[in-house]
């Protein structure tokens, strides 16, 4: 099958895609997506950076280093930080569920998964408010017992994890899907412990897409605006996170500061997305040795 | 180590894998499981190695029994078994070196029972050796052929010197060249190891090569049990005739036993006949009972023997294996119309199955 696959292939991508004139069309296409790609993203990140740095070099390091700032970076550092490792660890559980066992009630727990996605964030916060608030369900018994969750970090982190949550199963599912259960049963009648076949089998042959998963995650999480600001309440230097602490500046049209704070945001984006691209190249890397051992008809 | 199993019952919602099953596996026996897809075969070597479990007993129903050597493993784990399974498609760790794939099982042994490491190095070493593997240790997985895969797999599987060895349908992924010689390489190893041998499979051919009996199982339940020259020469039931090789099966004519004394007509049947079991002749006899004229559409004489095909008068078509000398003695060819016989036949009550 390994030649006939590569056979195959190579057909494919000499054959002409269209005929003569699809040089004009390819060429046309290529000119669209670049320029789409200019005007809706190459710009804006420009001009983010160059409005942060109009003040000088001096302005925007005073601006990223300011307390409100600072305290602002803390709080989405802390956050991704609770919110990421609770939400892998719910995610592969999550995974591992659906992709191994047949229950009832399994489309119920797909669904309820995609919901995030599909609820507008504002309302995962309002949701939080409405539960946890001074006006809540269980707002008077948090009262009584002196648990503040709403306009605190509590809330900020429900919220984002709520958000967030699923990404890493999401990219977990169809992976453990498509490499099917036979090595894991093949572990346990080798007499490994639940434990031992989770570390020794199902982890390895996940990584790479957890590692995906978790970064998604954490992009997603350190980036939350929505959800976070109902929740927060916008107290300057202790519920401020980043996203929030941009607009709050914004709003005081201290645009340099603002573009400055945003900047850093983009920068942690633009890292996460060098992690992102380098685990891609990995990834290609392992599934091009590993794709032999797939079946054919195989879904992947 | 002997199996045994009584009162096997598996239903997946309303449809039954298996129903009412019974079998005995002696100690050192290669047994092979053999019938067609959803059969219930593959379902029974998941309940014997703990992968699946028996239906409990309902009123009216005994309680399901899964033995090794008398004793019963219905409440044990699958890793308590001692089960060395080996997977359709190989299931090998794919992030593993080939080394540490066969050490798996003796690496995850807890602190007390594992072997010291260069223990484990020589067992593997050995087990290498024994599926004729030696120096590909440190190839992955993916860099393996088929065939190797699957010898991987099995020395993995024997790596924990497991007292029974579990295979479904080990070579079914592989092609066909691959597959005879690896049967015979199974062959040899089992009568070295005599580690008690389950084998599932489709493959008629297979299971008769192999295995020192047969179960031919059909829709959850058995057909029949026995040796490879007993299942074939002597079916127990139309389905087993025609699933274990060719078969002509003539709809008529066929009468079980001589016609009773008192006048009154024989029962009728089907005749079940091997294409081996057929005979061409061209001299001018009459049609009858037993013999039919007919025309050959289709000679192939590439083979051990010579395959012919006929249309009857009656448009029945029949297939014909004859010896090259009794061809070449007939000097037949494709066109000529000639009188086909059986010579022997197996007669199943009409409607009796299948």
Same mark, same amino acid.
Request: glycine fraction near 30%; avoid cysteine.
């Given at each position: 099958m390994g030649p006939a696959n590569t056979h195959h292939a190579r057909e494919s991508t000499q054959r =002409?895609? +269209? +005929?003569?004139e699809s040089l004009i069309v390819r060429c046309g296409l290529i000119a669209i997506a670049i320029a789409f790609l200019a005007v809706v993203l190459f710009l804006p990140l420009t001009l983010v950076f160059t409005y942060a740095l109009q003040g000088g070099v001096r302005a925007y390091a005073l601006a990223v280093t300011e307390p409100d700032t600072r305290s602002a970076i803390w709080l989405t550092l802390l956050t991704a930080l609770i919110a990421v490792p609770i939400n892998t660890v719910f995610g592969v559980a999550a995974a591992w569920a659906i992709a191994r066992f047949e229950f009832p009630g399994k489309g119920v727990l797909i669904t309820l998964i995609d919901v995030p996605f599909a609820v507008s964030p504002v309302i995962a916060g309002l949701l939080f408010v409405l539960l946890f608030g001074a006006r809540g369900w269980f707002g008077d018994v948090l009262r009584e017992h002196d648990v503040q969750i709403i306009f605190a970090l509590p809330g900020i982190v429900l919220a984002t994890m709520f958000v967030t949550f699923p990404f890493v199963a999401r990219e977990l599912i169809p992976l453990m899907q498509a490499q099917g259960s036979d090595e894991e049963l093949s572990a346990i009648t080798l007499g490994a412990s639940g434990w031992q076949m989770f570390l020794r089998v199902t982890l390895p042959n996940i990584k790479w897409g957890l590692f995906y998963g978790v970064i998604l995650t954490t992009a997603r999480a350190m980036g939350e605006f929505g959800a976070v600001s109902v929740v927060s309440g916008h107290i300057r230097g202790e519920t401020n996170t980043l996203p929030l602490h941009v607009e709050v500046l914004y709003n005081d049209y201290q645009m340099t500061a603002a573009f400055a704070v945003a900047s850093l945001l983009t920068l942690f984006a633009l890292a996460t997305l060098g992690v992102k691209a380098l685990i891609e190249w990995a990834t290609a890397k392992a599934d091009a040795s590993e794709s032999e051992r797939f079946e054919p008809g195989v879904q992947r | 180590m002997s199996i045994a199993l009584r009162n096997i019952h598996k239903s997946f919602g309303a449809y039954p894998a298996l129903s009412d099953v019974s079998l005995d596996v002696h100690a050192g026996e290669l047994v092979a499981l053999l019938g =067609? @897809? /959803? @059969? +219930?075969k593959t379902t029974l070597l998941r309940i014997i190695a703990g992968l699946e479990s028996p239906d409990p007993g309902v009123a009216g129903r005994p309680e399901p029994e899964v033995r090794f050597d008398g004793r019963s493993i219905i409440g044990t784990s699958v890793s308590g078994r001692g089960v060395g399974f080996v997977f359709q498609h190989y299931a090998l760790f794919r992030h593993m070196s080939v080394c540490e794939n066969i050490a798996f099982g003796l690496r995850v042994r807890p602190r007390k029972a594992r072997p010291a490491e260069a223990d484990i190095r020589a067992r593997v070493r050995e087990l290498l050796g024994l599926v004729q593997l030696e120096g590909l240790a440190q190839r992955m997985p993916h860099e393996l052929s088929g065939g190797q895969r699957q010898r991987v797999a099995l020395a993995r599987a024997l790596a924990v010197e497991p007292r029974v060895l579990l295979l479904d349908? =080990?070579? /079914?992924?592989?092609?066909a060249r691959v597959r005879a010689d690896l049967r015979a390489w199974l062959r040899s190893l089992h009568a070295k190891m005599k580690v008690t041998t389950i084998l599932v499979t489709h493959d008629q051919e297979e299971a008769l090569e192999v295995a020192d009996r047969v179960v031919v199982l059909n829709k959850g339940r058995i057909e029949q049990i026995g040796p490879p020259a007993d299942v074939y020469h002597a079916p127990a039931t139309p389905f087993v005739c025609t699933f274990l090789g060719r078969v002509n099966i003539f709809s008529h004519r066929a009468t079980l036993g001589e016609p009773a004394a008192d006048g009154a007509g024989p029962p009728a049947g089907l005749r079940y006949v091997r294409p081996h079991e057929m005979d061409i002749m061209t001299d001018g006899l009459d049609a009858d009972n037993d013999r039919m004229h007919g025309t050959i559409t289709h000679v192939n004489a590439a083979g051990p023997v010579v395959r012919v095909e006929l249309r009857t008068d009656d448009l029945e078509r029949v297939m014909v294996d004859l010896t090259h000398e009794r061809f070449r003695m007939l000097g037949v060819a494709r066109g000529d119309r000639v009188l086909v016989a059986p010579r022997d036949a197996r007669v199943f009550q009409d409607g009796a199955g299948i």
């Open positions: =002409p895609v +269209g +005929g003569e | =067609p @897809s /959803g @059969s +219930g349908e =080990p070579f /079914g992924a592989l092609d």
